[in-house]
Nanobody, 124 residues
Framework: QVQLVESGGGLVQAGGSLRLSCAAS????????MGWFRQAPGKEREFVAA????????YYTDSMEGRFTISRDDAKNTLYLQMNSLKPEDTAVYYC?????????????????WGQGTQVTVSS
C-alpha cells in the first residue's frame, strides 16, 4: 500500500503561484511514476502532469506546460507541482496519483493510488 497526502493548496490571486506537495508513505515511492490530476466543479477529472519513476521524463497537458513544473524528491518521498501564472480557470481540487509507468498515469488507464486532494482557488 502507498498512502498519498497532498498539501499546499489555498486561495491565490490570478497571476500568483502555489507549490503543491504530495507526501508518500508505504511501499517504495521511487518505484512509481507519479502524476497530478485536477477536477473543477461540474467537470471531469483531467490530467495535469506526470513524471517517470526515474524523474528523467516529464509530461504536461499543453495548456499547462510552461506554467506548471512537476518534480520529485525520492529522498523525501515527495512529489511537487510548482504552479506559476495561475488563472481563475486553474481553480480545482488537485490530486496526486501513483502508477506503474508514466504512460498509464498520463492516460489515466492505470492508477494504483490516489491522494485525497487539495483545493486550489484562483481569484480574478
Amino acid at each position: 500500500q502507498v498512502q498519498l497526502v497532498e498539501s499546499g493548496g489555498g486561495l491565490v490571486q490570478a497571476g500568483g503561484s502555489l507549490r503543491l506537495s504530495c507526501a508518500a508513505s508505504g511501499r517504495t515511492f521511487s518505484y512509481y511514476a507519479m502524476g497530478w490530476f485536477r477536477q473543477a466543479p461540474g467537470k471531469e477529472r483531467e490530467f495535469v502532469a506526470a513524471i517517470s519513476s526515474s524523474g528523467s521524463s516529464t509530461y504536461y497537458t499543453d495548456s499547462m506546460e510552461g506554467r506548471f513544473t512537476i518534480s520529485r524528491d525520492d529522498a523525501k518521498n515527495t512529489l511537487y507541482l510548482q504552479m506559476n501564472s495561475l488563472k481563475p480557470e486553474d481553480t480545482a481540487v488537485y490530486y496526486c496519483a501513483a502508477g506503474p509507468v508514466a504512460r498509464t498515469v498520463v492516460s489515466g488507464t492505470r492508477i494504483d493510488y490516489w491522494g485525497q486532494g487539495t483545493q486550489v482557488t484562483v481569484s480574478s
